[in-house]
């Protein structure tokens, strides 16, 4: 975290690297957090949707945990996705995660598929019991949930669950609603923070986000738009931005979590970039222009294992 803020600065999601055989790949994942250290991050989340959380097993979880917080150990700070539709399931993943070091718990509100979704007061009972646990929390408002979580709602969970310190918005109109929120909310949103890989990353720092949790691809020249727009140089952070904005495009656009693990295989940082069934590997082309758009901006991940 930076000296700005509680809750400052770039937050990316470690991949979570497999052997082409499709096992974890324990060794990959310690030097996954070790690139990401020396990109200069301000912390690090793991099991997160980037993290293709989906496609890991419980026990699995624990393992990447355990592993993620003795590697890390203390270096930054390490936040864990805790999300299910389940509130005990959450509440037992979020006091795991404590008992394991971690310093946040990252939640969606509660879903399964495209039609079970809490209510509003199921939502808030769900994070109030997560906040029992005594871990501070970041909400999560992604479109993957497609749970609607209004302003006033947002806001009344942040002013009586103690716990719930940090927001990352990345629905629809990001900056208009973190700035909503920022606005009715005031000294209870302590870390307002972007998402969605950076896509929305200069409208929603000035409409007052502190931070962002993009994929761990290129955090290295991300983390200083954010520095530079928290500083006061609004035309050298719109600079440095429009500059890795073609790349940011087309992770978040064509890509998805499968850029971060594309650019880390290139890079020497994992073997392989494999991803499980049913997720397709990334086309030839896609991957090429990934890394035509990269290279030029020499991010340290092309280069931190060659």
Same mark, same amino acid.
Request: glycine share 8%; net charge negative; hydrophobic share 45%.
């Given at each position: 975290?930076?000296?700005?803020?509680?809750?400052?600065?770039?937050?990316?999601?470690?991949?979570?690297p497999?052997?082409?055989t499709?096992?974890?790949d324990?060794?990959?994942?310690?030097?996954? /957090?070790?690139?990401? *250290?020396? @990109?200069k991050?301000?912390?690090?989340?793991?099991?997160?949707? #980037?993290s293709?959380?989906?496609?890991?097993?419980?026990?699995?979880?624990?393992?990447?945990m355990?592993?993620?917080?003795?590697?890390?150990?203390?270096?930054?700070?390490?936040?864990?996705?805790?999300?299910?539709?389940?509130?005990? &399931?959450?509440?037992?993943?979020?006091?795991?995660?404590?008992?394991?070091?971690?310093?946040?718990?990252?939640?969606?509100?509660p879903?399964?598929?495209?039609?079970?979704?809490?209510?509003?007061?199921?939502?808030?009972?769900?994070?109030?019991?997560?906040?029992?646990?005594?871990i501070?929390?970041? /909400?999560?408002?992604?479109?993957?949930?497609?749970?609607?979580?209004?302003?006033?709602?947002?806001?009344?969970?942040a002013?009586?669950?103690?716990?719930?310190?940090?927001?990352?918005?990345?629905?629809?109109?990001?900056?208009?609603?973190?700035r909503?929120? &920022?606005?009715?909310?005031?000294?209870?949103?302590?870390?307002?923070?972007?998402?969605?890989?950076?896509?929305?990353?200069?409208?929603?720092?000035?409409?007052?986000?502190?931070?962002?949790?993009?994929?761990?691809?290129?955090?290295?020249l991300?983390?200083?738009?954010?520095?530079?727009f928290?500083?006061?140089?609004?035309?050298?952070?719109?600079?440095?931005?429009?500059? *890795?904005?073609?790349?940011?495009?087309?992770?978040?656009? @064509?890509?998805?979590?499968?850029?971060?693990?594309?650019?880390?295989?290139?890079?020497?940082?994992?073997?392989?970039? #494999?991803?499980?069934?049913?997720?397709?590997?990334l086309?030839?082309d896609?991957?090429?222009?990934?890394?035509?758009?990269?290279?030029?901006?020499?991010?340290?991940?092309?280069?931190?294992?060659?």
């Amino acid at each position: 975290m930076t000296d700005m803020q509680p809750y400052s600065g770039v937050w990316p999601v470690a991949p979570t690297p497999f052997h082409d055989t499709g096992e974890l790949d324990d060794d990959g994942m310690r030097r996954v /957090l070790d690139c990401m *250290i020396d @990109q200069k991050v301000d912390g690090i989340c793991i099991l997160a949707n #980037f993290s293709e959380q989906f496609l890991i097993s419980d026990e699995e979880r624990f393992h990447l945990m355990r592993l993620s917080a003795e590697h890390i150990g203390g270096r930054v700070p390490l936040i864990v996705t805790i999300s299910h539709f389940a509130t005990p &399931i959450v509440v037992s993943r979020a006091k795991q995660a404590q008992s394991l070091g971690a310093d946040i718990v990252m939640m969606m509100p509660p879903y399964h598929g495209a039609l079970l979704k809490g209510t509003p007061e199921q939502t808030f009972e769900q994070f109030r019991a997560v906040g029992e646990v005594g871990i501070p929390i970041m /909400l999560q408002d992604a479109p993957l949930s497609g749970v609607d979580l209004p302003v006033p709602l947002l806001v009344r969970m942040a002013q009586e669950i103690e716990m719930l310190k940090l927001f990352k918005i990345e629905c629809a109109q990001a900056a208009a609603k973190l700035r909503a929120l &920022i606005e009715l909310g005031g000294e209870a949103i302590e870390g307002p923070f972007d998402g969605e890989e950076g896509i929305t990353l200069l409208a929603d720092l000035d409409a007052g986000a502190t931070g962002c949790m993009t994929s761990a691809m290129i955090p290295d020249l991300i983390g200083p738009v954010v520095r530079d727009f928290l500083a006061g140089d609004e035309s050298g952070a719109a600079a440095a931005y429009g500059r *890795i904005l073609p790349a940011i495009n087309h992770e978040n656009r @064509q890509c998805g979590f499968r850029a971060a693990k594309a650019a880390m295989v290139a890079g020497g940082v994992i073997k392989s970039d #494999f991803c499980r069934h049913p997720i397709p590997a990334l086309h030839p082309d896609t991957r090429e222009m990934l890394l035509n758009l990269l290279t030029p901006l020499d991010p340290l991940v092309l280069r931190w294992g060659l």
